[in-house]
């Protein structure tokens, strides 16, 4: 089974204390020793970008982006089918964010049906379940 990772979770990894962060480094811990097979996409690190460049916070864009793909090597594009099927998902699950939408459309169109995050959201999208992080 390969699980797909949001970007909350490096994210949650690197910031402050937070009940989120334990279990986010311990899921990357399992992945970086091949426990969990997990991949990404090239959204979730746009993403990572926006996110410390938003909060200026440039100090940590390099270290976040670089070791979360040292963890995560898998790294998926996102593809004008991707983007066709995210509309599909928005219009099929009401409350979903336009960003979740691309990241379960790359997901659906790759088959894969698990994804670890902390965002609900992803319970809305039929063929996507939440990997249980613990």
């Not at 020793?33 to 993403?47: F, I, P, R």
């Not at 460049?53 to 004008?80: H, K, Q």
Request: hydrophobic fraction near 45%; include cysteine; proline fraction near 4%.
């Amino acid at each position: 089974m390969k699980v797909f990772l949001d970007s909350n979770i490096p994210m949650y990894v690197a910031g402050r204390d937070h009940p989120n962060r334990e279990p986010a480094v311990r899921l990357l811990e399992k992945v970086r020793k091949g426990k969990v097979d997990a991949c990404t996409s090239t959204e979730v690190l746009q993403e990572i970008l926006y996110r410390y460049s938003a909060l200026a916070r440039l100090d940590l864009v390099g270290a976040v982006y670089e070791s979360f793909v040292e963890i995560c090597p898998t790294v998926l594009g996102v593809t004008l089918a991707d983007t066709d099927r995210a509309r599909e998902v928005l219009l099929s699950s009401p409350g979903i964010s336009a960003r979740d939408a691309i990241h379960a459309a790359v997901m659906l169109n790759h088959n894969l049906g698990w994804i670890a995050t902390f965002d609900a959201g992803f319970d809305k999208v039929d063929g996507i379940r939440r990997f249980r992080l613990v």
